[in-house]
C-alpha cells in the first residue's frame, strides 16, 4: 500500500513572488525595487508609494482585465492601512472586490489564491 503523496503542488501559472529585498519584490527571475501589479499573465513596476492617495485610474489596468478580476489584493505597505473609502467604492461597483492587507501578507497571498487557480489582480505597495 502506498503512503501519501507528498509531492508539492505545481507552481502557478504565470508570475510568482519569489521573495522580498530591500522595499521590493523578487518575481520570476526578477527584482522590482519598489511597487508591483500582478495579473495572472503579467507583473509590472508600479510608481504608487501611498495608499492614502490611492485613486481608480491608479488600477485602471488591473480594472479593465479581459476578464474583470474576481478581487484585487491591495498590498498597503509594512503595515495594514485601509485604502481611501471612495476608491473602494469606485472599485466595488465595477463589480470588483479590494482585499487590502499589508504588502508582505498580499503576496504571500497572491501565490496561494493563483495556485487555487483564482482569477485576481494584485497591486502591492513597496513597503
Known amino acids: 500500500m502506498a503512503g501519501p503523496n507528498m509531492d508539492r503542488d505545481a507552481a502557478p501559472e504565470g508570475p510568482v513572488v519569489r521573495g522580498f529585498r530591500g522595499h521590493g519584490y523578487l518575481v ?10 500582478l495579473t495572472p499573465d503579467d507583473a509590472r513596476d508600479w510608481a504608487a508609494t501611498d495608499i492614502a492617495t490611492l485613486v481608480e485610474a491608479d488600477l485602471a489596468d488591473l480594472v479593465a482585465m479581459t476578464p474583470p478580476p474576481e478581487f484585487i489584493l491591495i498590498g ?18 465595477r463589480g470588483i472586490g479590494i ?9 504571500r497571498a497572491w501565490g496561494v489564491l493563483r495556485g487555487e487557480g483564482r482569477w485576481i489582480a494584485a497591486a502591492l505597495l513597496p513597503f
Not at 520570476?28 to 501589479?37: A, F, M
Not at 509594512?78 to 461597483?93: C, D, L, W
Open 99 to 107: 482585499e487590502a492587507m499589508d504588502s508582505r501578507a498580499a503576496a
Open 76 to 93: 498597503t505597505g509594512a503595515t495594514m492601512a485601509q485604502p481611501p473609502v471612495a476608491f473602494v467604492r469606485a472599485i466595488e461597483a
Open 28 to 37: 520570476s527571475d526578477r527584482y522590482v525595487p519598489g511597487g508591483l501589479k
